[in-house]
T-cell receptor, first 112, second 113 residues
Framework: SQQGEEDPQALSIQEGENATMNCSYK?????LQWYRQNSGRGLVHLIL?????REKHSGRLRVTLDTSKKSSSLLITASRAADTASYFC????????????FGRGTSLIVHP | NAGVTQTPKFQVLKTGQSMTLQCAQD?????MSWYRQDPGMGLRLIHY???????DQGEVPNGYNVSRSTTEDFPLRLLSAAPSQTSVYFC????????????FGQGTRLTVV
């Protein structure tokens, strides 16, 4: 079964608004990553947060990790139409292979 | 720098046919993996390799074989194609366990009729 689950499944916002996506997972992890997928393309890595970190920033992206709740959130600030894509969280279980396993993703639409 | 290259980009197979999806990376990465992506299911791990000569099964390995004879190449073989294997297949690589970021190919869209 899949380790991570994103919420919501779909999100529709206006340009300039913030977008927040959440990820919950089942077992202890080494790392949690967020990826982006444009329609019909491969996934592109956005940001990685390690299990001993609580928050990380990269440009307009902010990721938080709460290991006690087994959850993470991805915040995209001041969204742009070009941010329209699917976003996936990926985890690798502690003591495992370090190969990421993915959730079903959140489909984000940003209206100009 | 080509990164991860998958071939072919599109393929149509008849039920029962076999074929090999190719994946090559030029970044000297230890870890390579194959995923399938189906609508509403996200990406599911089929097989993975943590180094040349080492492979292991993921979540959905049935009907697929892999081998890793070189660091660069990680082909995925469909033994006897079934309509349930219609999907988009992605190959990914990552440097090692400390550098977990995965680099993805552009995918192979496979239809089995």
């Amino acid at each position: 079964s899949q380790q991570g689950e994103e919420d919501p499944q779909a999100l529709s916002i206006q340009e300039g608004e913030n977008a927040t996506m959440n990820c919950s997972y089942k077992t202890s992890i080494n790392n949690l990553q967020w990826y982006r997928q444009n329609s019909g393309r491969g996934l592109v890595h956005l940001i990685l947060i390690r299990s001993n970190e609580r928050e990380k920033h990269s440009g307009r992206l902010r990721v938080t990790l709460d290991t006690s709740k087994k959850s993470s959130s991805l915040l995209i600030t001041a969204s742009r139409a070009a941010d329209t894509a699917s976003y996936f969280c990926a985890t690798d279980a502690s003591g495992g292979s370090y190969i990421p396993t993915f959730g079903r993703g959140t489909s984000l639409i940003v209206h100009p | 720098n080509a990164g991860v290259t998958q071939t072919p980009k599109f393929q149509v197979l008849k039920t029962g046919q076999s074929m090999t999806l190719q994946c090559a990376q030029d970044m000297n990465h230890e870890y390579m993996s194959w995923y399938r992506q189906d609508p509403g299911m996200g990406l599911r791990l089929i097989h993975y390799s943590v180094g040349a000569g080492i492979t292991d099964q993921g979540e959905v390995p049935n009907g697929y074989n892999v081998s890793r004879s070189t660091t660069e190449d990680f082909p995925l073989r469909l033994l006897s194609a079934a309509p349930s294997q219609t999907s988009v297949y992605f190959c990914a690589s990552s440097p090692d366990r400390k550098t977990a970021e995965a680099f993805f190919g552009q995918g192979t869209r496979l239809t089995v009729v």
